[in-house]
């Protein structure tokens, strides 16, 4: 199937689950193909957040700082002083 990228726009929704059952779908402009909707094989599960493996070495950590590993990294840092 081809279809122009100005009508891709307002039926994006519909191509997407169309690409996900097997129709080839090509995004074309002024006729001439430049893309094709295909769908993910293998979809990945986001990588989880680093913590502060990251800072390893880097700094010195207090004995008390197992009350942070609820919290995120970001707001380790600024209680640490470091943001």
Do not use: C, H
């Not at 689950?17 to 002024?30: C, D, E, V």
């Not at 006729?31 to 769908?39: A, D, K, S």
């Amino acid at each position: 199937m081809d279809i122009g990228i100005k009508d891709a726009k307002n039926n994006l929704s519909n191509l997407v689950a169309q690409a996900r059952t097997g129709t080839r779908i090509f995004l074309t402009n002024r006729g001439e193909r430049m893309v094709e909707l295909v769908p993910v094989k293998d979809v990945k599960a986001p990588a989880p957040e680093r913590g502060l493996g990251w800072l390893k070495g880097a700094i010195k950590l207090p004995k008390n700082y197992q009350k942070w590993k609820r919290q995120s990294s970001k707001a380790v840092m600024k209680d640490m002083g470091l943001l």
